[in-house]
């Protein structure tokens, strides 16, 4: 009898039971006010501060923070003077903790410097005495690029969902359209897709989570009733929100303990939040508090221009670019291109790697020097996402359209002088 028991199939009922075909994805977001987010500020906030003065300088910023205690920490060489315990205090206040009720005051919070200069033997194998195209790459390392034809940003619906609904939440607490918001939230969003051959595409918002710092004046009712009517309404698309979308608003009904009163917070522990929420992979490198010749910074964001730029040239519907480097070495050591199949028609994935090669030049100073990566221009991606967004500064964002048959038509030329 206890043999047939052990023998018998679990009995545990299937929750997400799926049309088949169908699957489901979820990405996160996290604001500013996050104190992993805090942290990215403060350290690309020094970057700034140093590029600003010095487009040069050799910049490793991280920052840690708990409770009233704020430290940077790393390797910076710079001609530039910087008060580097003036740029904290302003970069706390900027994201909102001016008082000490919310997790942290600028003016009162106790801030540590421990900032040495570059190792001399790293500057020389990658700046030494070379030609800027030719410098080469900060570290060893690979990066990631990514774009879909799901959005018109040619990001993955998921995650752009969560950068808008964050990048709303801002808006309403620092408007004060919602003034018992704090600077402290995070978000989540799961999608239903539904695949088609190579390809697959959104079908509807499964469902929605926001958890956001408040004050202790608030019902959680009127919190639920005020996500839905200054958030949600204003960010969701209608055509994927039906009556079985399921929202989970400050899930766990209280959430006034934020910041770096509620969680320690750390330079670069939101990679994923900073890129494609989950979708294409990750080489692992961070980016905050980087200058562009640590190619974990500028070869992310020169894969996602080759990711965007084959996207919008509709040469394939969905794409990974993979490259990767080594110190010193100004050319990548590998270039892989995946589109999952969806490339165009009379093409593959060699063919997109040729174009990849003939179009874009992934040295790392030619990539700083074509996406203007020397100007001061970081703290305004450390929240909300740095792929995606239609600022000018984020010159990745910009696709490079290829033209397909002038580019059949040059290496068709080319065969016929080899041969």
């Not at 920490?73 to 008060?83: L, S």
């Not at 399921?246 to 939040?273: C, E, M, W």
């Not at 093409?347 to 990566?373: C, M, T, W, Y």
């Amino acid at each position: 009898m206890q043999e047939e028991e052990n023998n018998q199939q679990p009995s545990r009922k299937i929750k997400f039971a799926l049309p088949k075909g169908h699957f489901l994805f979820t990405s996160e977001s996290v604001s500013a006010g996050h104190p992993d987010k805090l942290c990215d500020f403060i350290s690309d906030s020094v970057l700034d501060a140093c590029l600003e003065q010095d487009p040069n300088s050799k910049v490793a910023c991280e920052s840690a923070c708990k409770n009233s205690l704020v430290m940077i920490f790393g390797e910076i060489t710079t001609h530039a003077q910087v008060p580097y315990e003036t740029i904290v205090r302003e970069a706390i206040k900027q994201v909102g903790y001016d008082n000490i009720s919310k997790g942290l005051d600028y003016r009162n919070a106790s801030v540590i410097v421990s900032l040495d200069q570059q190792s001399q033997e790293i500057n020389q194998a990658v700046v030494g005495s070379k030609h800027e195209d030719e410098i080469g790459a900060g570290d060893q390392g690979l990066m990631i690029g990514y774009a879909s034809d799901e959005t018109p940003e040619l990001m993955p619906l998921t995650h752009h969902l969560c950068n808008k609904l964050i990048s709303r939440l801002q808006e309403c607490r620092v408007n004060e359209i919602c003034p018992w918001m704090r600077p402290d939230a995070k978000v989540q969003v799961t999608v239903e897709y539904k695949r088609v051959d190579s390809s697959f595409y959104p079908v509807r918002i499964h469902n929605v989570l926001i958890s956001q710092q408040h004050d202790e004046k608030i019902t959680h009712s009127e919190i639920e009733a005020e996500l839905h009517k200054h958030v949600l309404k204003h960010i969701l698309p209608e055509k994927y929100v039906d009556e079985q979308t399921q929202y989970h608003l400050n899930p766990s009904k209280a959430f006034t303990v934020g910041g770096p009163y509620g969680d320690a917070g750390l330079t670069g522990r939101k990679i994923i939040v900073d890129t494609y929420g989950g979708w294409g992979g990750h080489g692992g490198g961070a980016f905050s508090g980087k200058d562009p010749t640590k190619v974990d910074r500028s070869a992310a964001y020169a894969a996602r221009w080759v990711a965007k730029s084959l996207v919008a040239s509709k040469l394939c519907k969905r794409v990974m670019i993979q490259v990767a480097y080594g110190i010193g070495i100004s050319e990548p050591l590998s270039i892989c291109v995946n589109s999952y199949g969806t490339h165009a028609e009379g093409l593959d994935d060699d063919a997109l790697s040729e174009i990849v090669q003939n179009h874009f030049d992934l040295r790392p100073g030619v990539i700083i020097r074509e996406l203007k990566l020397r100007r001061p221009i970081y703290a305004k991606t450390a929240s909300g996402g740095h792929f995606g967004r239609n600022e000018p500064e984020f010159t990745w964002e910009h696709p490079k359209i290829i033209d397909l048959n002038a580019w059949k038509t040059h290496k068709a030329e080319q065969q016929q002088q080899n041969q």
